[in-house]
């Protein structure tokens, strides 16, 4: 089966940093939008950042959230996403999924919108 599997959570200061990283395995990765998710305990899972596939010219998305302090990134010849995460804050705190979608040709942060999944990963961020 084709997958995503997660990595790079922990537990953190406020204030601090982490890389999160979700290697593909078994999809042309270069041909998916990717992105990443996060759901806090009792709320519902939102998009953080969303990167186009080789064929998007360089599209990338944050949600205002995460303007400023993230940053998504992917090595296709690594079949690899990335998400730095600097200047956290205690609200960041949840669980990560990356996410991806073949063929896209629109580009939203919609959780609906995206059919792999991986198993995600958590951060903690402390005061």
């Known amino acids: 089966a084709q997958g995503l599997l997660e990595s790079g959570g922990g537990s953190v200061q406020a204030g601090g940093s982490l890389k999160l990283s979700c290697e593909a395995s078994r999809l042309t990765f270069g041909e998916y939008y990717m992105a990443w998710f996060r759901q806090a305990p009792g709320k519902n899972r939102e998009g953080v950042a969303g990167?186009?596939?080789?064929?998007?010219?360089?599209?990338?998305a944050y949600s205002d959230a995460a303007k400023g302090r993230f940053t998504i990134s992917r090595n296709n010849a690594a079949h690899t996403l990335y998400l730095q995460m600097d200047g956290l804050k205690t609200e960041d705190s949840g669980m990560y999924y990356c996410a991806g979608r073949w063929g896209a040709d629109s580009y939203p942060l919609n959780e609906d919108y995206f059919t792999q999944w991986g198993q995600g990963t958590k951060v903690t961020v402390s005061s």
């Open positions: 990167i186009g596939s080789i064929n998007a010219h360089g599209i990338i």
